[in-house]
């Protein structure tokens, strides 16, 4: 069994800061890619940011790119989305995915359950 935990949302004002971290954990579970997605209400799961382990490459969607960066460790199944210049629109649930065969499928096989991130202005 993997389990995928966030955590690090929030309430912050508009300019504001904040880091969201993700553990994906299982006995025999290594990751090959782990990404973040967010869904605002009303509207559909989208891409954030994601990084593959094998040569580090990292893809931003383009409403984030500049503010956000995404990390973490292969080691330890663990990834961070350092998220800067927050704007009302980043307003959303944020989620974790972590993939044992991202490279090869596109598809993450892991999700974990969301944290909220809430932008006022």
């Known amino acids: 069994q993997v389990q995928v935990v966030e955590s690090g949302g929030g309430l912050v004002q508009a300019g504001g800061s904040l880091r969201l971290s993700c553990a994906a954990s299982?006995?025999?579970?290594?990751?090959?890619?782990m990404g973040w997605f967010r869904q605002a209400p009303g509207k559909e799961r989208e891409i954030v940011a994601r990084?593959?382990?094998?040569?580090?490459?990292?893809y931003y969607a383009d409403s984030v790119k500049g503010r956000f960066t995404i990390s973490g460790t292969k080691a330890k199944n663990t990834v961070y989305l350092q998220m800067n210049s927050l704007r009302p629109e980043d307003t959303a649930v944020y989620y974790c995915?972590?993939?044992?065969?991202?490279?090869?499928?596109?598809?993450?096989?892991?999700w974990g359950q969301g944290t909220q991130v809430t932008v006022s202005s």
């Open positions: 995915a972590a993939g044992s065969n991202y490279y090869y499928s596109g598809e993450y096989d892991y």
């Open positions: 299982g006995r025999t579970f290594s990751s090959d890619a």
């Open positions: 990084i593959m382990w094998s040569g580090g490459s990292t």
